[in-house]
């Protein structure tokens, strides 16, 4: 589901348009910037060093992104989960038809979409990945989906964001919407394998089932699933899968990753980081959490963007 210089001029306060204060995903105002400082994420220093104008439209990508996360992952009904996502839809549909902004976000996304080119589809590929969580909900939460269906929700809620990243990034080209493709996978898939514990209380399971099976896994209750003791030979074999995605990603830019592409450099490196370190505590104890601290980050960000970036 991102941010980014050294000197942050806060964007305008972010706030959602769902149009009851009680609907899901309705905050009280941020910026963009606390939104992200205040997440934690991975990402935070790879786009923190960002120069101003491409910060400021990926601390607004993500925003947005944590609007509508939010609505899908917060109690309520899910018939007013869709309608709140229904206002987002409608809400980009009129930046790209002349609308004017109606509220801050979407003034400052509008500002991103006019300067880099932002496409519309991959803004309404992030609210379909978010209907799908919603969708699973209905039927008792997204379990066990087979793996074109998973592969078509990473598409959706992770290769979106690459698709629009690379174009703050200035680069568009096949290779690197490749690259934009493959990561985005390799990272939500690792997100996948770290958040195994949190999503079992959303009653969510996006471990693939034929990669259950395959290990002797039957059913699909998240709280059965991970208790069996086959679950890590599972985790392992999607492990492979995500080791598969980064390097097809690697390979795309090969040779190319010290330019305007150094930031979605780091992240590769940061999440292959934690990937490795998944593998190695091994799906033992799921309540552990494995991360990569914001030092170690912001030292994997400014070795990037200095031209050298270390080891994945």
Same mark, same amino acid.
């Given at each position: 589901?991102?941010?980014?210089?050294?000197?942050?001029?806060? &964007?305008?306060?972010? $706030?959602?348009?769902?149009?009851? !204060?009680?609907?899901?995903?309705?905050?009280?105002?941020?910026?963009?910037?606390?939104?992200?400082?205040? $997440?934690?994420?991975?990402?935070?220093?790879?786009?923190?060093?960002?120069?101003?104008?491409?910060?400021?439209?990926?601390? @607004?990508?993500?925003?947005?992104?944590?609007?509508?996360?939010?609505?899908?992952?917060?109690?309520?009904?899910?018939?007013? !989960?869709? =309608?709140? *996502?229904?206002?987002?839809?409608?809400?980009?549909?009129?930046?790209?038809?002349?609308? +004017?902004?109606?509220?801050?976000?979407?003034?400052? #996304?509008?500002?991103?979409?006019?300067?880099?080119?932002?496409?519309?589809?991959?803004?309404?590929?992030?609210?379909?990945?978010?209907?799908?969580?919603?969708?699973?909900?209905?039927?008792?939460?997204?379990?066990?989906?087979?793996?074109?269906?998973?592969?078509?929700?990473?598409?959706?809620?992770?290769?979106?964001?690459?698709?629009? +990243?690379?174009?703050?990034?200035?680069?568009?080209?096949?290779?690197?919407?490749?690259?934009? *493709?493959? *990561?985005?996978?390799?990272?939500?898939?690792?997100?996948? &394998?770290?958040?195994? @514990?949190?999503?079992?209380?959303?009653?969510?399971?996006?471990?693939?089932?034929?990669?259950?099976? =395959?290990?002797?896994?039957?059913?699909?209750?998240?709280?059965?699933?991970?208790?069996?003791p086959a679950l890590p030979k599972a985790c392992e074999a999607l492990a492979d899968l995500a080791e598969a995605r980064f390097a097809? @990603?690697? $390979?795309?830019? @090969?040779?190319?990753?010290?330019?305007?592409?150094?930031?979605?450099? +780091?992240?590769?490196? #940061?999440?292959?980081?934690?990937?490795?370190?998944?593998?190695?505590?091994?799906?033992?104890?799921? !309540?552990?959490?494995?991360?990569?601290?914001?030092?170690? $980050?912001?030292?994997?960000?400014?070795?990037?963007?200095?031209?050298?970036?270390?080891?994945?």
């Amino acid at each position: 589901m991102t941010p980014p210089p050294l000197e942050t001029a806060p &964007l305008e306060p972010v $706030s959602t348009t769902s149009p009851d !204060k009680n609907a899901p995903g309705r905050t009280p105002p941020d910026t963009a910037t606390s939104v992200t400082a205040k $997440s934690g994420s991975t990402f935070y220093w790879p786009m923190r060093l960002l120069p101003a104008s491409k910060r400021a439209a990926m601390f @607004a990508i993500y925003a947005f992104c944590r609007r509508i996360d939010d609505i899908a992952d917060e109690p309520g009904e899910p018939a007013d !989960k869709r =309608a709140a *996502l229904d206002v987002w839809r409608r809400d980009i549909r009129d930046l790209y038809v002349g609308g +004017a902004p109606g509220s801050p976000l979407t003034a400052a #996304l509008k500002g991103a979409i006019e300067r880099y080119g932002l496409p519309r589809a991959e803004f309404e590929a992030l609210i379909d990945g978010m209907a799908m969580d919603v969708a699973g909900e209905e039927a008792g939460g997204m379990q066990a989906p087979d793996l074109d269906t998973l592969r078509l929700y990473c598409r959706r809620v992770a290769g979106a964001v690459g698709m629009l +990243a690379i174009r703050v990034f200035d680069r568009a080209d096949p290779a690197t919407e490749r690259f934009a *493709l493959a *990561l985005g996978e390799a990272l939500q898939l690792t997100n996948i &394998l770290r958040d195994l @514990a949190e999503d079992a209380e959303l009653r969510r399971l996006y471990l693939p089932r034929e990669l259950l099976r =395959a290990v002797g896994i039957q059913g699909n209750d998240p709280d059965e699933v991970l208790a069996h003791p086959a679950l890590p030979k599972a985790c392992e074999a999607l492990a492979d899968l995500a080791e598969a995605r980064f390097a097809e @990603a690697r $390979s795309a830019i @090969a040779g190319q990753a010290r330019g305007s592409l150094w930031a979605a450099t +780091a992240m590769m490196v #940061l999440y292959h980081r934690l990937l490795k370190r998944l593998r190695a505590a091994g799906w033992r104890d799921l !309540k552990a959490r494995v991360r990569v601290g914001r030092r170690e $980050s912001a030292w994997v960000a400014v070795r990037c963007m200095l031209g050298i970036p270390p080891a994945g």
